[in-house]
């Protein structure tokens, strides 16, 4: 289970650190203030939308391929970010961020349960508390890659 609490920590970890460089990303690319909001909120309209259409599959065994899939389109969607130059590819490749999201929760919330014996709501307890470290620090780390490098270094990594 370690490495499903790893894979969530740094998925959240990259769907977060967006927050700490809007500035950025408005600036370097002439992005309307407007558009910030698009940026940000798209990942969790995309996540929320593929859960509650996908989420089914993992409980008729397709889990395994949830998750994969999962990662495979959480990782695309953030080297598109890193490439990204427009508002439109932003938006998108923060989408495809969130769909993978979206497929990665449902499946993993259902290998915790079919493996934990007796002790689910303390492995879904950790699995959330990695959830929610990977969103907490990715804002941290991704400033401090920027200022090493380059606002698109946090998603290349």
């Known amino acids: 289970m370690t490495g499903l609490y ?3 920590a740094v998925t959240m970890a990259g769907v977060s650190s967006v927050f700490a460089l809007l500035a950025e990303l408005e600036e370097r690319y002439g992005l309307p203030t407007a558009s ?3 940026i940000a909120g798209s990942a969790f309209a995309a996540a929320l939308v593929t859960q509650l259409s996908l989420a089914r599959y993992a409980d008729r065994g397709y889990s ?3 998750l994969r899939g999962g990662v495979a389109v959480s990782a695309v969607g953030l080297l598109w ?5 427009d508002l439109w590819q932003f938006v998108a490749a923060r989408s495809l961020l969130g769909a993978g999201v979206g497929m990665i929760l449902p499946p993993a919330r259902r290998a915790i349960l079919l493996t934990s014996e007796g002790n689910q709501g303390e492995r879904l307890g950790v699995l959330y508390a990695a959830y929610l ?3 907490v620090f990715g804002p941290p780390i991704s400033g401090l890659l920027t200022t090493l490098g380059d606002v698109r270094l946090p ?3």
Request: avoid cysteine; aromatic fraction near 20%.
């Open 6 to 8: 790893i894979v969530v």
């Open 36 to 38: 910030l909001g698009w």
């Open 64 to 66: 395994t391929l949830l």
């Open 81 to 85: 970010f890193a490439l990204a130059t």
């Open 133 to 135: 470290s990977g969103f």
């Open 155 to 157: 998603f290349l990594l």
